[in-house]
């Protein structure tokens, strides 16, 4: 039976629940003033329910669909501002004990080199992330106990927040490994990181069990309730994600808003980010063999209702899409982007030979993260490093409580500024330096409270004086 606050994964994420869901959506997918009125309900940034969201989805009314692409652009506008928040992913290990049949990890492929990085290649890595001007990381790490133990993972983080060179340091590792223990999350939470990722795949129990016959990824509630475990361990900003183009699309999209509420009713506090990657090429993987992939039109209409259905939760789109729909979705809701990554184990400080092939999925952006700054300056948004909110103690409730009353915006703006002004000094080529300027002392005006205003005017100027890591 479905209930919201069990601990159970088939009741949290419970199918008849879905199925039911999807039925009322398909049968009132041309109801006008049902639609209309969620729509307008949901003018007040409030989210909408799985089963309200799962009936926008559907809605096949031109006029309401337009309606719900311009609510989504309002409540980006509103929460967001015009600032996209930078990071970039680090592989440690490719080794992995798990059978997932759309990822070249999984332990049966022979063709792809296995590596897993040394403390000192890590160092190079970092130093050549923190040298383009990144500040904020994914750590990723296949499946295997033997190879990737948790003490692995948590010296890595240690090394990672060690390094400091030039004015360069991470100031937030965010970690997206298998699911693990309570005890394995609390050291994980010790080590300081930031937000922990795990995506769930898909959220249809008979195909996640095909899609993964082999390993511990394959138990469907150990993989589900992992959140559960990550919160009990101390661990409050959680990041979700479902793999679109593995499933019914419609059915992931139902399952990921319920899980959503899921943590939200029973921990008090909704997913920090949620992220929607769709399926990609990579060795030994060809995503024409998944009959769900999905259109552009469709991942740009998951975003846009995403965005109305948990307006506060972060939403994160990788390297995996091109340029061309990084900047619709932007427009959309999307609120974190990957900029210059790779995907492969090491790569940053040395190129990886093409023989080498160590990558998880073939990058469809692939540019440079100065480029990618360049682009998001000249389309008007303000690329932001801040780490701020984790370094403050801002995380989980008292971080959605800032987001919902309005205050976050004091925060935000300024420290995205002053976090674009660090990266114009210390690394952007001329023509982006110059852009950039231009565009923080015209967004400087559009912080709301005076007095953080003029700090953050002083703060510029220290900045330019060489000072660094100011924040609020
Ligand atoms: Fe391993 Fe993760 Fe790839 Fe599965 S998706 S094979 S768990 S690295
Ligand atoms: Fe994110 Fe907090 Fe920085 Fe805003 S102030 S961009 S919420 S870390």
């Given at each position: 039976m479905y209930d919201v606050r069990s601990s159970k994964a088939e009741e949290f994420i419970n199918h008849e629940e879905i199925m039911e869901s999807l039925k009322w959506a398909h049968q009132n997918k041309s109801n006008y003033e049902l639609i209309n009125s969620i729509i307008d309900k949901a003018r007040n940034y409030k989210g909408v329910?799985?089963?309200e969201a799962a009936l926008l989805l559907e809605c096949d009314i031109e006029e309401l669909n337009e309606k719900m692409y311009e609510l989504a652009r309002e409540i980006k506008q509103k929460l967001y501002g015009s600032r996209i928040v930078m990071f970039a992913p680090l592989y440690l290990s490719n080794y992995c004990v798990n059978g997932c049949v759309y990822c070249p990890y999984h332990y049966q492929n022979k063709n792809i080199r296995r590596k897993k990085l040394t403390q000192e290649e890590i160092r190079k890595e970092v130093i050549a992330l923190q040298d383009i001007g990144h500040k904020r990381l994914a750590l990723e790490a296949g499946e295997d106990p033997v190879n990737n133990p948790i003490e692995?993972?948590?010296e890595s983080i240690d090394t990672i927040y060690s390094i400091k060179h030039k004015n360069g340091v991470i100031r937030r590792v965010?970690?997206?490994?298998?699911?693990?223990?309570?005890?394995?999350?609390?050291k994980l939470k010790e080590a300081g990181i930031g937000t922990y990722i795990l995506f769930q795949e898909t959220y249809h129990k008979a195909n996640y069990e095909k899609l993964h016959p082999k390993g511990p990824k394959h138990n469907y509630a150990w993989h589900t309730e992992a959140m559960d475990r990550a919160m009990e361990g101390g661990i409050d900003d959680v990041g979700l994600g479902v793999l679109f183009g593995l499933?019914?699309?419609?059915?992931?999209?139902?399952g990921l808003l319920m899980h959503a509420e899921h943590l939200e009713a029973a921990w008090g506090v909704g997913p920090h980010t949620i992220s929607v990657p769709r399926i990609r090429p990579a060795d030994d993987i060809d995503p024409s063999?998944?009959?769900?992939?999905?259109?552009?039109?469709i991942f740009e209409k998951i975003v846009a209702v995403l965005r109305i259905a948990v307006p506060y939760t972060g939403m994160i789109v990788s390297t995996r899409e091109s340029k061309k729909t990084r900047e619709r979705v932007l427009e959309l809701g999307v609120s974190q982007l990957s900029g210059g990554s790779k995907t492969s184990v090491g790569g940053y400080a040395e190129p990886e030979a093409e023989e080498d092939n160590s990558a998880q999925f073939d990058i469809e952006d692939t540019r440079?993260?100065?480029?990618?700054?360049?682009?998001?300056?000249?389309?008007?948004?303000i690329p932001s490093f801040c780490t701020a909110c984790y370094r403050e103690g801002r995380t989980g409730d008292r971080f959605m409580s800032l987001v919902k009353s309005g205050q976050i915006a004091n925060c935000c703006q300024p420290n995205a500024l002053l976090t674009l002004k660090e990266y114009l000094e210390d690394y952007a080529a001329p023509d982006t330096r110059e852009l950039g300027e231009k565009l923080i002392q015209a967004e400087l005006e559009r912080i709301p409270h005076e007095k953080v205003r003029k700090l953050t005017r002083e703060y510029l100027q220290k900045e330019s004086r060489g000072e660094r890591d100011f924040r609020f």
């Amino acid at each position: 039976m479905y209930d919201v606050r069990s601990s159970k994964a088939e009741e949290f994420i419970n199918h008849e629940e879905i199925m039911e869901s999807l039925k009322w959506a398909h049968q009132n997918k041309s109801n006008y003033e049902l639609i209309n009125s969620i729509i307008d309900k949901a003018r007040n940034y409030k989210g909408v329910s799985h089963r309200e969201a799962a009936l926008l989805l559907e809605c096949d009314i031109e006029e309401l669909n337009e309606k719900m692409y311009e609510l989504a652009r309002e409540i980006k506008q509103k929460l967001y501002g015009s600032r996209i928040v930078m990071f970039a992913p680090l592989y440690l290990s490719n080794y992995c004990v798990n059978g997932c049949v759309y990822c070249p990890y999984h332990y049966q492929n022979k063709n792809i080199r296995r590596k897993k990085l040394t403390q000192e290649e890590i160092r190079k890595e970092v130093i050549a992330l923190q040298d383009i001007g990144h500040k904020r990381l994914a750590l990723e790490a296949g499946e295997d106990p033997v190879n990737n133990p948790i003490e692995y993972i948590l010296e890595s983080i240690d090394t990672i927040y060690s390094i400091k060179h030039k004015n360069g340091v991470i100031r937030r590792v965010n970690v997206n490994i298998a699911a693990t223990t309570v005890d394995d999350y609390r050291k994980l939470k010790e080590a300081g990181i930031g937000t922990y990722i795990l995506f769930q795949e898909t959220y249809h129990k008979a195909n996640y069990e095909k899609l993964h016959p082999k390993g511990p990824k394959h138990n469907y509630a150990w993989h589900t309730e992992a959140m559960d475990r990550a919160m009990e361990g101390g661990i409050d900003d959680v990041g979700l994600g479902v793999l679109f183009g593995l499933n019914m699309y419609r059915y992931d999209f139902v399952g990921l808003l319920m899980h959503a509420e899921h943590l939200e009713a029973a921990w008090g506090v909704g997913p920090h980010t949620i992220s929607v990657p769709r399926i990609r090429p990579a060795d030994d993987i060809d995503p024409s063999t998944f009959t769900n992939a999905i259109s552009d039109e469709i991942f740009e209409k998951i975003v846009a209702v995403l965005r109305i259905a948990v307006p506060y939760t972060g939403m994160i789109v990788s390297t995996r899409e091109s340029k061309k729909t990084r900047e619709r979705v932007l427009e959309l809701g999307v609120s974190q982007l990957s900029g210059g990554s790779k995907t492969s184990v090491g790569g940053y400080a040395e190129p990886e030979a093409e023989e080498d092939n160590s990558a998880q999925f073939d990058i469809e952006d692939t540019r440079p993260l100065d480029q990618v700054v360049n682009w998001l300056l000249e389309l008007g948004y303000i690329p932001s490093f801040c780490t701020a909110c984790y370094r403050e103690g801002r995380t989980g409730d008292r971080f959605m409580s800032l987001v919902k009353s309005g205050q976050i915006a004091n925060c935000c703006q300024p420290n995205a500024l002053l976090t674009l002004k660090e990266y114009l000094e210390d690394y952007a080529a001329p023509d982006t330096r110059e852009l950039g300027e231009k565009l923080i002392q015209a967004e400087l005006e559009r912080i709301p409270h005076e007095k953080v205003r003029k700090l953050t005017r002083e703060y510029l100027q220290k900045e330019s004086r060489g000072e660094r890591d100011f924040r609020f």
